[in-house]
């Protein structure tokens, strides 16, 4: 599985766009682009996924480079609810024996 | 989404005494479920993966005689701390994944945690 690399902390202002950047120069064809998030103290929490098309849904927007060595996770406008650390992970979606291996990710802080 | 619950949210235990934690998939059935231990401060380390039915399969360095997983239906596991001391003291994470018969394909859901101090 591709190994990813993201910056271990960031912050932004509450209102702001938080954009969380993740590199992935290794992925493979057929591996997606999933983002989670950990709230302290909670388990993970599923965000968003994608292939190779930029994706929304109703809590962020995932932008994926056209040769998918890198993927940003938007938050269109933080709020202090949003602190967390955000892990992203490649991996096979349709692989039934794929184990979900989390890295360090990034601490968001979003500041009032 | 698919709801994955955990039980108890907390314990507090003796040195020495065994303590049993409920992962269970609410809403959906989890051919595959996973056990994770998070120290403070650190990111989640995968512990093992079970499948129902059979025998849970461990990661590297985790102690199957310490840590039972028992997977015996496809909504519930449990995850037995045995003789416990206090470096076991950890935040435990259940995970259950959806079979692609379940049209989730493969997506994985995450319970809230179960803090457990061992004194």
């Known amino acids: 599985d591709a190994k990813t690399t993201q910056p271990p902390s960031m912050d932004c202002a509450e209102g702001r766009a938080a954009n969380l950047p993740c590199n992935h120069s290794t992925i493979s064809g057929n591996e997606y682009v999933y983002w989670y998030r950990q709230i302290h103290s909670q388990g993970p929490q599923y965000i968003i996924h994608?292939?190779?098309n930029n994706e929304t849904n109703e809590m962020a927007s995932l932008i994926i480079t056209e040769d998918r060595k890198s993927s940003t996770l938007i938050l269109p406008h933080a709020t202090l609810r949003d602190t967390a650390v955000y892990y992203c992970?490649?991996?096979?979606?349709?692989?039934?024996?794929?184990?979900?291996?989390f890295g360090s990710g990034t601490r968001l802080l979003v500041r009032p | 989404g698919a709801v994955v619950s955990q039980h108890p949210s907390r314990v507090i235990c003796k040195s020495g005494t065994s303590v049993k934690i409920e992962c269970r998939s609410l809403?959906?059935?989890?051919?595959?479920m996973f056990w994770y231990r998070q120290f403070p401060k650190q990111s989640l380390m995968l512990m093992a993966t079970s499948n129902e039915g059979s025998k849970a399969t461990y990661e590297q360095g985790v102690e199957k005689d310490k840590f039972l997983i028992n997977h015996a239906s496809l909504t519930l596991s449990t995850l037995t701390v045995t003789s416990a001391h206090p470096e076991d003291s950890s935040f435990y994470i259940c995970?259950?994944?959806?079979?692609?018969?379940?049209?989730?394909?493969?997506?994985?859901?995450f319970g809230p945690g179960t803090r457990l101090t061992v004194l």
């Open positions: 809403d959906f059935q989890a051919t595959t």
């Open positions: 995970s259950a994944r959806a079979g692609l018969a379940e049209g989730n394909y493969n997506e994985q859901f």
């Open positions: 994608g292939l190779k």
């Open positions: 992970i490649v991996r096979l979606r349709m692989d039934s024996s794929y184990k979900l291996i």
